[in-house]
């Protein structure tokens, strides 16, 4: 099964109980993923949680799951927002519509800040900079397709490498763009 990151949040705000996202939180779900994965990344799994789920493998030596499935991917990363404690305002945020906690018009709120320094580094205080990027990494695009298990290992790293420079183009865009500010 082949899917967007588009396809994925949407069914990822559905699973959180946001039937009627916002422009904004789907482009800040969207930024998120840009940050935490690029094809070919652990098996739906944009988010790269370490949550382990029945039949769940490590993708890396950190612990990043590859889910069995789609639909598995989704109920985890929707389970681990929804109910675990470090989540509670990254959630609401998110669940709610609350733009102004996820950083549009205002600064991002501490809570929601500290939440996702706790995804990425298991600390409140663990990464500055990680909130920061994935704020700024909305409006990246909306239909780059994850591969689920449909393409060689070939064709994967080869999109992987076509990935990394646009990517990293990218950065060095954004990076000229913080400077002049």
């Not at 681990?80 to 600064?107: C, E, P, Q, R, V």
């Not at 409006?139 to 992987?160: E, I, V």
């Given at each position: 099964?082949?899917?967007?990151?588009?396809?994925?949040?949407?069914?990822?705000?559905?699973?959180?109980?946001?039937?009627q996202?916002?422009?904004?939180?789907?482009?800040?779900?969207?930024?998120?993923?840009?940050?935490?994965?690029?094809?070919?990344?652990?098996?739906?799994?944009?988010?790269?949680?370490?949550?382990?789920?029945?039949?769940?493998?490590?993708?890396n030596?950190?612990?990043?799951?590859?889910?069995?499935?789609?639909?598995?991917?989704?109920?985890?990363?929707?389970?681990?927002?929804?109910h675990?404690?470090?989540?509670?305002?990254?959630?609401?945020?998110?669940?709610n519509?609350?733009?102004?906690?996820?950083?549009?018009?205002?600064?991002?709120?501490?809570?929601?800040?500290?939440?996702?320094?706790?995804?990425?580094?298991?600390?409140?205080?663990?990464?500055?900079?990680?909130?920061?990027?994935?704020?700024?990494?909305?409006?990246k695009?909306?239909?780059?397709?994850?591969?689920?298990?449909?393409?060689t290992?070939?064709?994967?790293?080869?999109?992987?490498?076509?990935?990394?420079?646009?990517?990293?183009?990218?950065?060095?865009?954004?990076?000229?763009?913080?400077?002049?500010?």
């Amino acid at each position: 099964m082949s899917y967007t990151r588009y396809e994925w949040i949407k069914d990822l705000n559905h699973a959180l109980g946001n039937t009627q996202p916002t422009h904004e939180v789907e482009e800040f779900l969207l930024g998120w993923t840009f940050v935490e994965s690029s094809p070919p990344g652990a098996m739906y799994n944009l988010l790269n949680t370490t949550e382990r789920a029945s039949g769940s493998t490590n993708f890396n030596s950190v612990g990043v799951q590859n889910f069995t499935s789609y639909q598995q991917g989704i109920d985890v990363t929707a389970t681990l927002l929804k109910h675990s404690i470090f989540y509670t305002h990254l959630y609401a945020a998110l669940k709610n519509n609350d733009i102004k906690a996820l950083g549009y018009g205002a600064t991002m709120s501490p809570e929601v800040s500290h939440d996702l320094q706790i995804w990425v580094s298991g600390k409140p205080d663990g990464d500055p900079q990680y909130p920061i990027d994935v704020r700024n990494a909305s409006n990246k695009g909306y239909s780059d397709l994850f591969p689920g298990n449909k393409y060689t290992d070939a064709q994967l790293r080869a999109m992987a490498k076509t990935q990394s420079n646009d990517i990293l183009a990218a950065l060095n865009n954004l990076n000229n763009i913080i400077v002049q500010l």
